[in-house]
Nanobody, 115 residues
Framework: QVQLVESGGGFVQAGGSLTLSCAVS????????LGWYRQAPGKQRELVAD???????NYVDSVKGRFTISSTSIMNSVRLQMNSLKPEDTAVYYC?????????WGQGTQVTVFS
């Protein structure tokens, strides 16, 4: 098992930027990939971006070109740089770690983008 603690959420005007960080503790060597998910009110949780131990990244189409995910080689942290934010990016953002047979979640951090 690993533990995940997010930070960096907040309020930002449309067009602005925020950086989310997630500290990973426990057994980071057992992690295959790290990701950021988000859940807006009344909507299902969706994958925003993820990164594998080998450094491959994947983004949902709506954030491509605006968000950047990064991690360390030992996967003890993961960041999400969010630029050109839009009101539709408003959601609770969750950090997640995929292990071989399970997924661990952080507690979530609120991001609110106002126009």
């Amino acid at each position: 098992q690993v533990q995940l603690v997010e930070s960096g959420g907040g309020f930002v005007q449309a067009g602005g930027s925020l950086t989310l960080s997630c500290a990973v503790s426990g057994r980071p060597f057992s992690i295959n990939s790290l990701g950021w998910y988000r859940q807006a009110p009344g909507k299902q949780r969706e994958l925003v971006a993820d990164i594998t131990r080998g450094g491959s990244t994947n983004y949902v189409d709506s954030v491509k070109g605006r968000f950047t995910i990064s991690s360390t080689s030992i996967m003890n942290s993961v960041r999400l740089q969010m630029n050109s934010l839009k009101p539709e990016d408003t959601a609770v953002y969750y950090c997640a770690a995929d292990l071989s047979f399970s997924r661990s979640w952080g507690q979530g951090t609120q991001v609110t983008v106002f126009s």
